[in-house]
């Protein structure tokens, strides 16, 4: 059964870092690229980051480009989320989700439950 | 970006009732499209890709189809668990965008 726990979340000031962390079983973590999206409080969904499944492809959304770095460990099955520069607006459900393995699809046919991040003084 | 306008924005229908959520994409995506269901709680879930074909495990209950550039989702014999949640999903270009949203209530 494929699963993906997210960890990390918390209430942080703004202008503090925070990393967050997926762990990934059930499935040849290696062979799938994989991403973040995150869901403000009573919003819509917002797509963030993705990683290829050998780290060769990295993509950004513009609202988190340059103060976001996501990254992988194959080796640990797991999925990485740095934030640095936190503003209010991040404030959001982050959720990893996984990348649909065929290779022209941008569809996520897993993801986890989420873990909350709070920037906030 | 793309612009994925859902609607409506919530919806309330009874048992067994048939409901269709919409999405109209701001330009041509072809049939780059995708649906999700949301329960609280529980994580997503991808219903249908390409914009009609269903996803693994999916019931046929839930059928998508386009015209043009709207893209329709229809969910047959409304049962306790079809309550949540709905997202359209545009997997064109990059920026990956999302529609707003449709909360399905019972009535």
């Known amino acids: 059964e494929v699963q993906l726990v997210e960890s990390g979340g918390g209430l942080v000031q703004p202008g503090r870092s925070l990393k967050l962390s997926c762990v990934a079983s059930?499935?040849?973590?290696?062979?799938?690229?994989m991403n973040w999206i995150r869901q403000a409080p009573g919003k819509g969904l917002e797509w963030v980051a993705y990683?290829?499944?050998?780290?060769?492809?990295?993509y950004y959304a513009e609202t988190v480009k340059g103060r976001f770095t996501i990254s992988r460990d194959n080796a640990k099955n797991t999925l990485y989320l740095q934030m640095t520069s936190l503003r209010s607006e991040d404030t959001a459900l982050y959720y990893c989700?996984?990348?649909?393995?065929?290779?022209?699809?941008?569809?996520?046919?897993?993801w986890g439950p989420g873990t909350m991040v709070t920037v906030s003084s | 970006d793309i612009q994925m306008t859902q609607s409506p924005a919530s919806l309330s229908a009874s048992l067994e009732e048939i409901v269709t959520i919409t999405c109209q994409a701001s330009?041509?995506?072809?049939?780059?499209l995708a649906w999700y269901k949301q329960k609280p709680g529980k994580s997503l879930q991808l219903l249908i890709n390409?914009?009609?074909s269903l996803a693994d495990g999916v019931p046929s209950k839930f059928r998508g189809s386009r015209s043009g550039t709207q893209y329709s989702l229809k969910i047959s014999r409304l049962q306790d668990e079809d309550f949540g949640s709905y997202y359209c999903?545009?997997?064109?270009?990059?920026?990956?965008?999302f529609g707003s949203g449709t909360k399905l209530e019972i009535k």
């Open positions: 989700a996984r990348r649909t393995g065929r290779a022209r699809d941008w569809y996520f046919d897993f």
């Open positions: 059930g499935f040849t973590f290696s062979n799938y690229g």
């Open positions: 990683i290829s499944s050998g780290s060769s492809y990295i």
């Open positions: 330009q041509d995506i072809g049939n780059w």
């Open positions: 390409d914009a009609t």
């Open positions: 999903q545009q997997a064109h270009s990059n920026p990956l965008t």
